[in-house]
């Protein structure tokens, strides 16, 4: 594998910046489009670096002789970047301040699984695999996590799928364990009471965490991007596993397209 990500040529473009620019700040404009260059992807490389190694604390292992300020890993290279910018004006689009990247059933193929791979068991979900992408290093920038960034992404996803014959997308939501991991367990208790998937899309993590020796009466409020999932019409497939490099409990969460709400099917329709 190549030591940088080489960026490959997106499948299609994103959905129309006018969907994002109705629910952005009224300062603000926010359009969505997927990296095209080295450039744009080191972009969300260095968001994804602000976000978990400076905010979150996370411990990041990059390839060796990658740049400094960016976190960078091996499924890079076979990801589509997607990118959410906030500025005044089409020609000022402004820095990037939501990210996703995209492994499609091809790319994954090429790469040797899913990240999420890694993670969990995903034996029960081989008779979707061929039509499943998976998202992952998902973030928004701190100053703009109240919906419109995640709509955006969840909008140009939703294009993308449709228009590739896609129907299920699947992914990690992490969750710090700064507290010792009682946030998380509460949390997925509270979930998983109203949003666990079928059995048939149920998986099981390689490292879990310990919820049974954690406390699960807490009521929590869910991370403004789980909620954002959660409205989209995720479910929930089975316990977290526990990251350690990141000290993140990892809550394994999946969608089917035809399971998205009506707005969301009108832009990919």
Known sequence: ??????????????????????????SLRLSVDW???????????ALR????????????????????????DL??????HLLVRAGSSDDEPGPV?????????????????LYSDTEFDLTR????????????????HADHRSGGAILALWGALAEFMARNGLNTVIGCASVSMRDGGHYAASLWRQIAAQHLAPI?????PRLPLPIA?????????????????????AKLMGEPAWDPDFNTADLPLLLRTADLPARFRRISG
């Open 1 to 26: 594998m190549n030591r940088n990500p080489i960026v490959t040529q997106a499948l299609t473009r994103a959905a129309t910046p006018q969907f994002a620019e109705r629910r952005a700040q009224p």
């Open 97 to 113: 301040i939501g990210t996703y990247r995209v492994l499609t059933p091809a790319a994954a193929k090429r790469a040797g699984g």
């Open 125 to 140: 979900l081989r008779s979707i695999r061929p039509r499943l992408v998976e998202i992952g290093r998902s973030c928004v």
């Open 200 to 204: 048939d899309c149920q998986v099981r």
């Open 35 to 45: 990296a095209r260059s080295e450039a744009e992807v080191r972009e969300a490389q």
């Open 49 to 72: 670096y602000q976000v978990f190694a400076v905010e979150m604390g996370a411990r990041l292992a990059p390839p060796k002789g990658a740049p400094a300020g960016l976190d960078i």
């Open 75 to 80: 499924f890079d290279a076979y990801c589509e």
């Open 213 to 233: 020796h954690l406390r699960q009466d807490l009521q929590v409020e869910p991370p403004a991007l789980i909620r954002g999932y959660l409205r989209c019409g």
